[in-house]
């Protein structure tokens, strides 16, 4: 039974960061893309950052050069360094993990930035 279980989550200042974890078991890690997704209230959920197989990376532009997705496939564990945050990255961050005909998603974490 594939799992994700992310943690990391918590309410944090305007301009503090925050790094998010999301551990994976029951799959191959390392044949995944992993990708952090969140959604806020009264939002569609939107995707946040992608790590491919191979360590390739993209972003959303609303979060590029203040977050960065990493992959350790010896821990199964893929990060989420969020930098700079403001109160319009308040959501809840879901880790997901996706290859061809599988897509599997954690419960999520909440992110809460305010003063």
């Known amino acids: 039974q594939v799992q994700l279980v992310e943690s990391g989550g918590g309410l944090v200042q305007p301009g503090g960061s925050l790094r998010l974890s999301c551990a994976a078991s029951?799959?191959?890690?390392?044949?995944?893309?992993m990708s952090w997704y969140r959604q806020a209230p009264g939002k569609q959920r939107e995707l946040v950052a992608r790590?491919?197989?191979?360590?390739?990376?993209n972003y959303a532009d609303a979060v590029k050069g203040r977050f960065t997705i990493s992959r350790d496939n010896a821990k199964n564990t893929v990060y989420l360094q969020m930098n700079s945050l403001n109160p319009e990255d308040t959501a809840i961050y879901y880790c997901?993990?996706?290859?061809?005909?599988?897509?599997?998603w954690g419960q999520g974490t909440q992110v809460t930035v305010s003063s």
């Open positions: 997901n993990a996706a290859k061809i005909l599988y897509n599997h």
């Open positions: 029951g799959l191959v890690f390392s044949f995944y893309a």
């Open positions: 790590i491919t197989k191979d360590n390739s990376t």
